[in-house]
């Protein structure tokens, strides 16, 4: 049973920082994409960021969106089945419900789509004000 629980999220000033955690259990496959997606109300869900866990060089091992390109950093822990972004110089567009997940394939040139994904977490609030 696959599980991807998120953490970090809460309120921030414009220009504040969070990081966020995803912890993956239950995964059994050696290599995965590892994504991050955003939903604010009333928008649909947005690829943020996508990492995948092989540390492959390839081209499309880490990869932003244009609209947190030099602010959000994606990284990953192995050894602790985490993934983590971090946001740095947050916005008040930043605000929105950010999700992890997982994707049993290694990251290709559409791993900022929603519908390549096979697991999700439940999400953690960001806000910015």
């Known amino acids: 049973h696959v599980q991807l629980v998120e953490s970090g999220g809460g309120s921030v000033q414009v220009g504040g920082s969070l990081r966020l955690s995803c912890v993956v259990s239950?995964?059994?496959?050696?290599?995965?994409?590892m994504g991050w997606f955003r939903q604010a109300l009333g928008k649909e869900r947005e690829g943020v960021a996508h990492i995948d866990t092989s540390d492959d060089m390839s081209a499309y091992g880490t990869i932003y969106s244009d609209s947190v390109k030099g602010r959000f950093t994606i990284s990953q822990n192995n050894a602790k089945n985490t993934v983590y972004l971090q946001m740095n110089s947050l916005q008040s567009e930043d605000t929105a419900v950010y999700y992890c997940?997982?994707?049993?394939?290694?990251?290709?040139?559409?791993?900022?789509?929603?519908?390549?994904?096979?697991?999700w977490g439940q999400g953690t609030q960001v806000t910015v004000s």
């Open positions: 239950g995964y059994t496959r050696s290599r995965v994409c």
């Open positions: 997940a997982a994707d049993q394939q290694p990251c290709g040139w559409r791993s900022l789509l929603a519908s390549e994904y096979d697991y």
